[in-house]
């Protein structure tokens, strides 16, 4: 029998792409960088631990470092819009009104992350990216969303008791909220859950209806040079934030409803987002 040739001996090329050089694309670091990421054992394929030289195949596999995804699929895209009142956050409205997608580039196919109402302003992530859009919207991550109210009248510390102890909703009393009075009628309000029309709900029950409300941050991202109605794509380093927000904001939201059940005023539970 004739020896193989060289063609024939030739094994066949590896499939993927190396560890390093897919998370070094993904912003996680130099290649240098990510190298010492997983010989430091800080990074997991599909739950498992990487080793050095390991190949990942990025549409399909689960990358991770810290415990935290990393997105490392094709044709990802994220931006930051700052939503102008008078926009609905949906994908088409039957009434024929603007909608955040007509204030985006029209491809790749994006979907906003949670919800603004109609007349409330500010920032909203839209991606093509179900796991963070998950991981933003549902409760159970308790991602922090900021928010600036205008109200009527004068909150005064029985208000602001309230709001930051937790309200009593038609859905169940809220999470404790972090409140802040920046002028005499104007309030800073951080929540962690994602109710619809929660905020304005809130200041509805306490008696001083929001006349403006803006969204001023999500998680760790905000962008007070961003004029309304204009976007952005997020940094690699701001999606990975948001990704660490989500893990970290699971446990302070536990610790939320924990220390509010040892006073007595624990929340009902309830999903939906914004």
Known sequence: M?????????????????????????????RRVCDDLVASGRVTVNGARAVAGQRVDPRHDLVSVDGVPVPVAPGLVYYLLNKPAGVVTTASDPANRRTVLDLVPAAPRVFPVGRLDYDTEGLIVLTNDGELAHRLAHPSHGVAKEYLAEVEGTPGPGDLRRLREGVELDDGRTAPAEVGQVAPCALRIVVHEGRNRQVRRMLEAVGHPARRLVRTRIGPVSDTSLRPGRWRPLRSEEVAALYAASAQGSETLRHRLRAAAHAGTAPRRTGGGR
């Open 2 to 30: 004739a020896p193989a040739t060289d063609h024939q001996a030739a094994s066949p090329p590896p499939e993927g792409d190396r560890l390093q050089k897919v998370l070094a694309r993904a912003g996680v670091g130099s």
